[in-house]
């Protein structure tokens, strides 16, 4: 249903010519809830990565995955080059640690978004444990308080640390999170501009997305697999890469605090 939806509101958008439109609206208009989606470009993909491994991705070669990703990015105004995909590399980072109701939490680092949920659980750390069950509105008031003080703080500073100044050992300070703890009201909600850093401002505004999944699985030894995908708004960049069946995504407007401003 929600496919369906959704690409009945961006198959009128998409020129006639974009491989998007091929795969949404295949016999020519959108698809409708029980049709049958099938993707035998990115299925090859896929199986391109099973068998080689996921460096492949990054081949640059003639008919590549990689070769294919640049090739529509650059012939649609963007500045991706082969460069940047011979060159990549995978950073390792060291975790955040934080903790919540005696246990210990761990998650990604900046620019990943794990220190918002470090925030968030801290806040509520730091308040009495909830009385009056999960579902309650007294509950489910104080958890979007915190989570508001937690978005408020994404939003001015969250950004990659290799280029910009992240304010880490003080946003998942349990004494920050106290401190935000502290002003949260039982009854009522603050100024927008009081949620976040102290004295910050107010802060901006973030698109309404809906485009990321996230699955993580744990086997019976512990060891664990986490995985997040995501293409932020509808269908991305409504740009598929040549005949990988791979859709772009259009994450770079996060790095706006507005919408539609630069």
Same mark, same amino acid.
């Given at each position: 249903?929600?496919?369906?939806?959704?690409?009945?509101?961006?198959?009128?958008?998409?020129?006639?010519?974009?491989?998007?439109?091929?795969?949404?609206?295949?016999?020519?208009?959108?698809?409708?809830?029980?049709?049958?989606?099938?993707?035998?470009?990115?299925?090859?993909?896929?199986?391109?990565?099973?068998?080689?491994?996921?460096?492949?991705?990054?081949?640059?070669?003639?008919?590549?995955?990689?070769?294919?990703?640049?090739?529509?990015?650059?012939?649609?105004?963007?500045?991706?080059?082969?460069?940047?995909?011979?060159?990549?590399?995978?950073?390792?980072?060291?975790?955040?640690?934080?903790?919540?109701?005696?246990?210990?939490?761990?998650? @990604?680092?900046?620019? &990943?978004?794990? =220190?918002? !949920?470090?925030? #968030? $659980?801290?806040?509520?750390?730091?308040?009495? *444990?909830? /009385?009056?069950?999960?579902?309650?509105?007294?509950?489910?008031?104080?958890?979007?308080?915190?989570?508001?003080?937690?978005?408020?703080?994404?939003?001015?500073?969250?950004?990659?640390?290799?280029?910009?100044?992240?304010?880490?050992?003080?946003?998942?300070?349990?004494?920050? @999170?106290?401190?935000? &703890?502290?002003? =949260?009201? !039982?009854?009522? #909600? $603050?100024?927008?501009?009081?949620?976040?850093? *102290?004295? /910050?401002?107010?802060?901006?505004?973030?698109?309404?997305?809906?485009?990321?999944?996230?699955?993580?699985?744990?086997?019976?030894?512990?060891?664990?697999?986490?995985?997040?995908?995501?293409?932020?708004?509808?269908?991305?960049?409504?740009?598929?890469?040549?005949?990988?069946?791979?859709?772009?995504?259009?994450?770079?407007?996060?790095?706006?605090?507005?919408?539609?401003?630069?």
């Amino acid at each position: 249903k929600h496919l369906a939806r959704t690409a009945a509101s961006v198959v009128p958008r998409l020129a006639p010519q974009n491989a998007l439109r091929d795969m949404l609206a295949p016999l020519g208009t959108p698809l409708v809830r029980g049709q049958i989606l099938r993707r035998p470009e990115l299925a090859t993909t896929l199986e391109t990565l099973g068998r080689d491994g996921f460096a492949s991705f990054y081949r640059t070669e003639p008919g590549a995955i990689g070769e294919a990703i640049v090739k529509a990015v650059s012939s649609t105004g963007g500045v991706m080059t082969v460069e940047d995909m011979r060159a990549y590399k995978v950073e390792a980072r060291a975790p955040l640690e934080g903790k919540y109701r005696g246990w210990k939490l761990y998650t @990604a680092p900046p620019p &990943a978004g794990g =220190i918002t !949920a470090i925030e #968030v $659980l801290q806040i509520l750390d730091a308040r009495p *444990p909830f /009385a009056e069950g999960s579902g309650a509105s007294a509950t489910l008031h104080e958890i979007i308080e915190a989570f508001k003080h937690a978005f408020a703080d994404r939003t001015r500073y969250h950004g990659d640390p290799a280029f910009d100044s992240v304010p880490l050992t003080e946003l998942v300070s349990p004494a920050y @999170a106290a401190g935000r &703890a502290a002003v =949260i009201k !039982a009854d009522g #909600v $603050l100024d927008a501009k009081l949620y976040g850093r *102290p004295e /910050a401002g107010a802060a901006g505004s973030e698109p309404r997305d809906h485009g990321t999944s996230h699955l993580c699985a744990i086997d019976k030894n512990g060891n664990v697999a986490a995985l997040t995908t995501t293409v932020n708004l509808g269908f991305g960049a409504h740009l598929v890469a040549g005949k990988t069946g791979v859709l772009l995504n259009n994450q770079m407007d996060d790095f706006a605090a507005q919408p539609n401003k630069p």
